[in-house]
């Protein structure tokens, strides 16, 4: 998936901790192979091969996962969508070789396959269709919170009471430490990612964060984040992270960047509506918004 995970668990014994530990990364690599788009074979690559000529059939653990991601397609008004991977690698590949912005003319061109509504899906047969030519899916929004949440589904499956999974930033924690406190998580300052700008205590939550910091290109002495906007194929300006706190992983996960492409009133705005999910915004000039019920210490 490109990102590193740390799992952490609860036990009795090292030998069994090393044990639950090998289950969770079996199933972090379960997922991994049946998501990605390095593989030719995999069932995502089989979806976009086949876009706007036939429907594939996937596993019903992928089309849910698509269903829950055109679900939040809709909640935030396509700021997140799956079929962003039609510009994913021809128009942005943040690297190094990377040394000027595409034009703007060229970046709306390649948007118009991005549509989530283009994505059909027929539950009675488990089928996955992309309506156009050359529209690709990706799950880089939503895979490694899916992953993390259920490498936790399994271990908590296997009586592990209290551990944390942390898929590079995102990460599901539950029960309590062996002191008997909940875990302590740090939310990373956009500005030194390796230091903590705050704290907070959770147990049974999922907290992810979206930075500049993460992925980016230096064009001119100005740093261009790896958040795309998907409506216009440029990189989005004025957020420098966001975070969010949900009982869930993969929502959080999910959540993270289009809060960033919605920008700060109207992502909070939504954040407010939506029970049990909670954010804190950092902008450019290091000014902190938060939702309702974060009291930020």
């Known amino acids: 998936m490109g990102n590193s995970f740390t799992i952490t668990v609860v036990c009795g014994s090292e030998q069994k901790a090393n044990g639950y530990i090998d289950l969770a990364v079996a199933e972090i ?17 089989l979806i976009n091969a086949n876009a706007g000529i036939k429907p594939v059939k996937v596993d019903l653990e992928v089309f849910n996962l698509i269903e829950r991601s055109t679900g939040i397609s809709r ?15 021809s128009l942005w590949n943040f690297d190094k070789t990377m040394t000027r912005l595409p034009d703007a003319a060229t970046a709306r061109k390649m948007v118009h396959l991005i549509d989530y509504r283009n994505i059909i899906l027929d539950p009675a047969n488990t089928t996955v269709f992309l309506k156009e030519k050359g529209m690709r899916i990706g799950f880089g929004g939503i895979g490694k919170g899916y992953a993390a949440e259920m490498a936790k589904q399994i271990l908590i499956a296997n009586n592990v009471h209290s551990g944390i999974i942390n898929a590079s930033g995102d990460l599901s924690a539950w029960g309590l430490q062996p002191s008997g406190r909940k875990w302590t998580i740090g939310v990373a300052d956009p500005d030194s990612p390796t230091a903590a700008f705050s704290y907070m205590e959770i147990s049974n939550k999922a ?51 289009p809060i960033a492409v919605m920008g700060i009133q109207a992502g909070l705005f939504l954040i407010d509506q939506i029970p049990d999910l909670y954010c804190i915004i950092i902008d450019d000039n290091n000014t902190i918004y938060t939702s309702k019920n974060i009291n930020l210490k």
């Not at 690599?29 to 690559?45: D, G, H, M, P, W």
């Not at 997140?80 to 690698?89: A, M, V």
């Not at 992810?208 to 261009?224: H, M, P, W």
């Open 29 to 45: 690599k379960r997922i991994e192979k049946l998501l990605t788009t390095y593989n030719e074979e995999s069932q995502t690559s």
């Open 75 to 89: 909640i935030t008004q396509g700021a997140f969508d799956i079929s962003y991977g039609s510009i994913d690698k």
């Open 207 to 257: 907290v992810a964060t979206s930075g500049n910091y993460e992925k980016f290109v230096l064009i001119d002495g100005k740093k261009y984040s790896h958040t795309i906007d998907p409506k216009t194929g440029l990189p989005i300006t004025g957020i420098k992270s966001v975070t969010i706190i949900a009982s869930n992983a993969e929502f959080a996960d999910a959540m993270a960047t």
